[in-house]
């Protein structure tokens, strides 16, 4: 399966973009994986056209079999950065259409991002999305700076033994929206 993992952070050091990297890195032999972030796209305006980077996040989406975003979270959302991101992607371009979609998150926070979750899979299952959002069991890794070690990885063993049970679910989602 190839899965574009897509971080929808801004941040030099982003704690999302460091979990994408460990799944990555921990599930490198069942999946083929892509890094993708939505830093350094424009803000998004109405009325124009998709510009070069837009149009390469949008071929990249269209070329997963899965999309599997970190979802930072800001005020109880998604962050400016994603949210712009993804009117390009509803507005002008629409790749998410009937895309299966996996949602992890980490925060300083001890809720993990939980609330970015919730808005994320709302704006995601509208008209213009219509993505496949898998709702099954959700991972929202609290108090990030202290999930990692210096080379990136995740120093919770049930955490990680969490994300392996969270991608079985994933699996199992994936094939019935797939049939």
Known sequence: MKILALSG???NNSFNEALLKFISKQF??????????????????????????????????EDADLVLIGSPEQQHSVTSALSSALEWLSCVTHPFKNKPVVIVSTSPMPQGGSRSQGRLKSVLTAPGFDAQVFNDDEFMLGVAPKQFDENGNLTNKES???????FDEVDSWYAQVTK
């Open 9 to 11: 952070s801004n941040a």
């Open 28 to 61: 490198a032999d069942k999946y083929d994986f892509k890094l993708a972030t939505v830093k350094g796209l424009p803000m998004f305006k109405e009325g124009e056209d998709a510009p070069e980077s837009v149009q390469t996040l949008t071929k990249e989406i």
């Open 160 to 166: 990680v033994e969490f994300l392996g049970h969270f």
